[in-house]
């Protein structure tokens, strides 16, 4: 069974950088992109970037100068660093499996972290 | 930007009831849209991929039909674990976008 274990900085200052980690386990690594998704409190998803084992990257524009994600293969983990952190900033941010296919296009998330609750503030 | 349009935002229904949430793309996104359930506090669940593919282990009550801009996720008798929030999303183009959800609450 696929697993995905998260941890980072729950509480940040305005300017300050987020730094997350998932490990994953139960599974292969390559294959798939490794995203970064948030949600803040009461509100919808949006979608951060992904990576993949090579190293290959996309980000969503709206986050895209501040974000970078990177991977470790050896340990079968990728993070997630996004600097100059605001209150609009405030989430739960969730790690999750992407997994494309043909009929899929560039992929489902089938499988996700538990989620950190980022709180940025003063 | 594909943005990702759910009707309704939210909505009563019974045990036993048909469910229908709708989902439209600002663009042709072919079939390659999603759909999840979140419950509070918990990570989205993946329901259906491909517009019209059951995840494995999830009831058939569960459906999804459509292509193109227009989604429709369809629950039949729905029951009391099935009271949470839907998302769909679009994989067709970077970046990945959400609807806005539609929370499914007991009437």
């Known amino acids: 069974q696929v697993q995905l274990q998260q941890w980072g900085a729950g509480l940040l200052k305005p300017s300050e950088t987020l730094s997350l980690t998932c490990a994953v386990s139960g599974g292969s690594f390559s294959g798939y992109y490794w995203n970064w998704i948030r949600q803040p409190p009461g509100k919808g998803l949006e979608w951060i970037g992904e990576?993949?084992?090579?190293?290959?990257?996309n980000y969503n524009p709206s986050l895209k100068s501040r974000v970078t994600i990177s991977v470790d293969t050896s340990k079968n983990q990728f993070s997630l660093r996004l600097s100059s952190v605001t209150a609009a900033d405030t989430a739960v941010y969730s790690c999750a499996r992407g997994h494309p296919t043909a009929a899929a296009g560039m992929g489902y998330f089938d499988y996700w972290g538990l989620g950190t609750l980022v709180t940025v503030s003063s | 930007d594909i943005q990702m349009t759910q009707s309704p935002s939210s909505l009563s229904a019974s045990v036993g009831d048909r469910v229908t949430i709708t989902c439209r793309a600002s663009q042709s996104i072919t079939s390659f849209l999603n759909w999840y359930q979140q419950k509070p506090g918990k990570a989205p669940k993946l329901l259906i991929y491909a517009a019209s593919s059951l995840q494995s282990g999830v009831p058939s009550r569960f459906s999804g039909s459509g292509s193109g801009t227009d989604f429709t996720l369809t629950i039949i008798s729905l029951q009391p674990e099935d009271f949470a929030t839907y998302y769909c999303q679009q994989s067709y183009s970077t970046p990945r976008t959400f609807g806005q959800g539609t929370k499914v609450e007991i009437k």
């Open positions: 990576i993949n084992h090579r190293g290959s990257t």
